[in-house]
């Protein structure tokens, strides 16, 4: 088989070095170290002392990064690199566990990598025919195919309104129990016949495919994305060290209000300094190079109290 190139850039890169403001000897974890793109970056600059503690859910993701790009990273920097293949979720034991303390900065960089939707075949794209499954770590918990094929209509449409934020969710939700009555619905194809029957020709105005809506919703309950992330978001600001940073870069409306709500209230509670006012966004010149940036904003806060 042709082994493919792994594509990847990674989004609003130099504003998050800025924010994370890495220096020698300080530690941080990316929590969603992907293909090392943001690691790398910060390796750079917190050398020759500080560490990387990278979490990456997606044994697919974390062995490719081994076998293919671990060797572009320097001995050295090789030798400040801790790679767990985990969810963050579990961020606090996983800190413990490797006695990784002080931490003075930590990255979310939320969503999938271009390898999800380009090669993993496992249903994150409506481009093409793959199994309905949608899991981060396949080894694990609920799939888009049991949700698709076995939920009551109620909890279907209740995803699609709440994680897709899709106006035509009855509609969907009804049409997708109607047709699983006939036959089991198996692949993101027979999924995406489905919505293209059911929605309007001229959806949204055409600003946005039709199904994107319905696999984001999918996707997120799934891999109970923003539950995981609440809680991973106030563990890490637990575990931060005085003066630590958090950055992190979302992709849909629904991560960037869990962030600016949880940093507003960490703001009025005197615990932390914002240090984004309002969320970065990346250049037109970044979203002409990699388009895959277009949704993306940036926040990032301080840990600590302000004297004036
Ligand atoms: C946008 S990519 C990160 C890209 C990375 N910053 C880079 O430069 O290569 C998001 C990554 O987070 C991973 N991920 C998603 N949920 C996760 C979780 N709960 N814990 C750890 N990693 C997760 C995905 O598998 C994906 O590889």
Known sequence: MKK????????????????????????????????????KAILEKNWPKGKLLG????????????????????????????????????????VQKNQFYPVNGILFDLGVCSYHFDSALRGFSYQGDEILDMRFNPSQGLTAFEIINYWPLKDI??????????????????????ARKKEKIKTTGQLVEILKRTLPRNYEHHRIHFATRTFQSLRIAVNDELNNFSQALKDSFEILAEGGRIVVITFHSLEDRIVKNFFKEKVKNNEGVMLTKKPIIPTEEEIQKNPRSHSAKLRAIKKGVVFS
């Open 157 to 178: 449409e209740r995803i699609i309104r709440e994680y897709g934020e899709e106006r035509y969710s009855q509609r969907i939700a009804k049409a997708i129990v109607e």
């Open 55 to 94: 979490i990456e859910i997606d044994p697919a993701v974390y062995n490719i990064f081994l076998k293919d790009i671990l060797k572009d990273f320097s001995e050295q920097e090789k030798k400040r690199l801790i790679l767990v293949n985990d969810s963050y979720s579990r961020i606090k034991e996983i």
């Open 4 to 39: 493919e190139k792994i594509f990847h850039q990674p989004v609003l890169l130099k504003e998050t070095i800025d924010y994370l403001n890495p220096k020698p000897k300080e530690n941080f974890i990316d929590a969603t170290f992907g293909f090392g793109g943001h690691g």
